[in-house]
């Protein structure tokens, strides 16, 4: 905690001191960690289970306040920095020897990170506060067996870049014999920052009288504060002087003067955070049925709320009253969470293969602005900003490996490679300004958030062989949900002109992949510089799949998967606060599409998958003159591609999307339409041969 906090003065002190009063304060805090767990090359582990656990819990609370009382000039500011780095790493090296009939490696970053600012300040003249509260948090989570030399502990004059490998001691081939391997990475927490500033100003002056009427009230005041001394100079007379500031204003002797009020604040969150589970170059050592199960889960919830309060009070006879405030809160989320194999050999069969790649988390962005400025010539304007952006990458994937199942087992096995995304926005902004008692002056709020999402997830095998298996099922699924509120209002008495204005901005770029392809080399087809070049397979590289009961390739947007959302943790997300099930507009609202069969719902009791919401709204009221205007365009673009390459069992490719599966559509979104082509059997040797449908998949290349 650091500040310049001086509170307790402005609840004691019934007349502001003497003189200006400035202060300040700044607070950064970097904080990194490093926990590392793992099993180097060349052991020998020969055990009923192996657990390798890394497990990191951050928590980072930085409070920084700043508050001062000038009797003519006030300034406080407050800028607080919070950043976070952390590295978390479990792993088995490839190079070692583990026997086993469970093994299991667990990576787990928790985090709780909050930055707190408030800056207030007050005088009888000019007041000026601002507050910033800033975090940056990186984080890079991994669960994985291959090359860890990275992580090793080095001896004593060993470099990095010359570490040599270890043999495994008993001369033994190295790799991994289990009947259960369980590789699993998690990101979860909460990171946070709230900032408020305050700036007020009471003042007033006599603008009628006489000078005899004058020196009278200066003379009844000088008796009743040299009688009264003892009474008013404590808590109660910062009472007394609280409710006269608030309701007429001080009156002061000297005429009209001039009241300015300014306070700003702003939040900014920035969010680098890897999560990934994986094995590569692993060699599965024979008599043994092994359980794969890789899983990544991101869920990092992120908070930023500002606000910001002017009030400038010049009195009844006062002079000129201005009041000015700004919040802008601030989100920015780029993260990748990735599940994969890479360059697997199995000597044996294997049992289920289950890879899970899943996103989540809940943006919060907040902007809240208040101006308030009473006296004869009232001006003022209150503003907030809304920014929340998400930029996620969710992957699970087969590449450059080959497994195998025992086909007459009497317990089936399938192989499930799924990437899910929940990441969902709230962003809203508030703007109010308030002018009394004049006779004119001019005002106005407005509040304008902005939400994107540019989320790409992908579910692939690539160069894989995969056979004797049951069923394979490739899934792609898009649940991102984005909600935004503005209000922008503006009300003054008197004769004064208000305007009130909102406009929020909402873009949602969705790219759903999900595939059984190979390698792909990007290649110059007509010799034409000014053309872009386009995907070449490489020979050699494309998957085989022989299933028994098919094939399933997938990419859609979903409403959302209870079975998925479990695997999250239940004290993350912001569902009280937020209905992001959009239950408010399927319930009071009924659309209809004609179809060429009937009529049908467009909603029918759920919002069908992916989803943006937005309301926007401006109040106005003047006495002379009001104006009011809010705008609220969506941008919703999204990308739905499957592709097959050689299978020998039916198989479906299946997508959802918007009327347009690519290019922007503005306004509400039209029905979802379902494409669905089944028994796909590919075994084209080149793509010249290949049917017409197969090359509308060309035209959005994996």
Known sequence: MVGNLSLLTLATQRNSPPGNAVGGSFG??????????GIGDGA???????????????????????????????????????????????????GARILADSVAVNAHHGVNLWAIGGAVAVSSSKSFGAAIAANTITSDTRAYIGDNHDDRALEDGEQRDNAADVAVADGHAAG???????IQARSEGRVGAIAVAAAATRSGGNSGGNLGNSQRTTQNNRSGNTQNNSNNSGLGGALQTAGGALGAGGQQPGGKTLSLSAAGSGTLNFSRMTTVAEARDLTLLGNATPNLNIGA??????????????ISLAGAGGGRSSAFAGAVAFNDI???????????????????????????????SLGLALAVAQGKTPVGAALSASVGMIDA????????????????????????????????????GGALYVGAGGQGGA??????????????????????????????DLQALGATRMLAAALGGGVSGGSGVTGAGSLYVLTQDSNLAAGITGDYRKVDDDGDDSTPEVDQLIAGTRSDIDTRHGVSVVARSAAGVAELNQRFSDQGGLDGQADFAGNALTDNIDVTAQTDDDNHSLLEGTLPGEAVLGVAGALSAGGKAAGGLSVSPIWKAATRRRSATRTSAPSTAMFR?????????WGPLSAPRWAVISRCWVPAPSRSARPAWKRWWRATPI
Request: glycine fraction near 10%; charged fraction near 20%.
């Open 393 to 428: 990458d969710t992957t699970a994937e087969i590449v450059d490996t080959t497994l195998q199942a025992d086909s007459t087992d009497s317990d089936p096995h399938a192989v499930n490679v799924t990437g899910y995304d929940r990441s969902r926005a709230l962003i809203g």
């Open 176 to 182: 991994v014999r289990s009947g259960d391997l369980t």
């Open 443 to 472: 005002g106005g709020g407005f509040a304008a958030p902005y939400g994107r999402i540019d989320n790409d997830v992908s579910a692939y095998v690539r160069h894989g062989v995969l056979s004797g298996f049951d069923r394979l």
């Open 44 to 94: 020998v582990i020969d055990a009923s289970s192996l657990n390798v656990n890394a497990d990191t819990e951050d928590r980072m609370i930085v409070i920084a306040p700043s508050a001062g009382n000038g009797k003519s000039v006030a300034g406080n500011g407050i800028f607080s920095l919070a950043q976070m780095d952390d590295t978390t790493h479990a792993s088995i090296s490839n």
């Open 297 to 310: 889960f991101g869920q990092v919830d992120q908070i930023s709320a500002s606000g910001a309060a002017a």
């Open 334 to 364: 780029d993260n990748l969470t990735r599940a994969g194999l890479y360059d697997l050999a199995a000597a044996g069969n294997v049992g289920d293969v289950n890879m899970l790649a899943a996103s989540s988390g809940d943006v919060l």
């Open 28 to 37: 950064w805090t970097e904080f990194n960690t490093t926990t590392v767990a």
């Open 657 to 665: 999307s918007p009327r347009s599966t690519r290019g922007p559509r």
